[in-house]
């Protein structure tokens, strides 16, 4: 789907051995990154369920943008302040990286991936500074939801409406996100269909 829509191939990234999962990344910005994940076959099947709903999926199931992630400085202090529940804090790895995360303790996706995942990386610098540059630049996101006062309420109390990416929000029957990214053929999106609003300039 990645390559298909925007032009170029993530790079093999490495194994969440605590979740069973595998995954490539494709850096858009300094602090940004497109992740690609999925069930590691060759891994043994976790004792938990699987973050992003992966054990509900169906093998058939087309790629998706399942959810977003949002980076805090202090993710035990946000995920209790937070309007919603985002599930609780975990710790996690993949090779020699480690953080913090929210998960739900089911493995779904709180508001249906609409509202953030939240993570914690231990050090001021970012993964996406080690990742290969390939000409890729997230330009906006927009989050669509039955609710937006409800998901917007949830994103200023994060703080996220500071962010350095714009998000909007819009009303939609179904949740979804849709991916603005410039990628060296032009603008292109990943996401839900938005019928709502046009292609950013």
């Known amino acids: ?82 309007p919603e529940a985002l599930g609780v804090v975990e710790p996690m790895s993949r090779g020699t990286l480690e953080w913090l995360i929210s998960i739900p303790e089911d493995g779904s996706l ?24 390939q000409g890729c630049q997230l330009v906006a996101l927009e989050l669509l939801h039955p609710h937006p006062a409800r998901v917007s309420e949830l994103l200023r109390c994060l703080g996220v409406v500071e962010s350095g990416v714009p998000v909007s929000v819009c009303e939609a029957g179904t949740p979804g996100l849709v991916a603005y990214i410039r990628t060296p053929l032009g603008l292109r999106t990943i996401g839900a269909p938005n019928p709502l609003q046009g292609l950013p300039n």
């Open 110 to 133: 709180p508001l249906d991936g609409v509202a953030p995942t939240l993570i914690q990386w231990p050090a001021s610098t970012h993964p996406a500074g080690g990742l290969q540059d």
């Open 1 to 82: 789907m990645v390559y298909e829509r925007l032009g170029v191939r993530p790079q093999r990234g490495g194994e969440h051995p605590r979740m069973g999962t595998h995954n490539q990344l494709l850096r858009l910005g300094d602090s940004i990154f497109l992740e690609v994940i999925a069930v590691n076959a060759a891994a043994p099947k976790p004792l938990r369920e699987r973050w992003f709903e992966l054990d509900v999926l169906a093998p058939e199931a087309e790629p998706r943008l399942a959810c977003w992630v949002v980076r805090t400085e202090d993710i035990r202090k946000s995920v209790a302040e937070a």
